[in-house]
């Protein structure tokens, strides 16, 4: 064999060896990149924190009225108007808050599989003694495409979906989670209505009843 021949087979080995190691390291950098769902508990339990204001507790008691009250017409009637709405969302905005992407099938309300460590991380915090009793909003955000009726629905669907399952795995009081929909009405970035960024679920602390 010569040493052209020698020197050929070599690099043929180097490069078999890097494809094989590039295969067997691919899944371990899948795995690491999966969210840590401590960690994003953490983060949302920071931000659903009451806000401090000038070395107290920032008060939101005319808020968090308002969320009680609209809550119980939404448990009466199962529904709110578009002004309720509109007056809920007012109250939510000083409000500790958080967004999350929650990942949803196509046209439907099923939750896809990436979004379950989301829903777990949440439900952790939501179960947690300071947070357990309060009124949690959970409001579904869609982007501008298809008609308002349309994202409407979709939104309130999907805000139902992500009750129901916190409410089922996680024991919560239904009666403190009260979903709403805005379909695109409040939209996150308005100057591009159709980015990704619009369709999101945002939950808020909304106090004690």
Known sequence: MNSVTRRQ???????????????????????????????EANQIAGALKPRVKRGGEADHSVEQQTIERLKQVRLKRGGLTIKERDELYEAARPLPQVALEINFAFDSADLLPDAIPHLEALGQ???????????????????RKGTADYNQNLSERRADAVVDYLAKKFSLDRSNLTAVGYGFDKLKNAADPFAAENRRVVIVNGGKP
Do not use: Y
């Not at 060896?17 to 990149?33: D, H, K, L, N």
């Not at 915090?125 to 982007?143: A, P, Y």
């Open 9 to 39: 087979i070599i690099r043929a080995g180097i490069c078999l060896g890097a494809v094989a190691i590039g295969e067997f390291t691919s899944p371990v950098r899948g795995f690491a990149a999966q969210p840590n769902i401590d960690d």
């Open 125 to 143: 915090v939501l179960s947690r003694s300071d947070l357990k009793s309060n009124n949690i909003l959970i409001s579904g955000h869609t982007d």
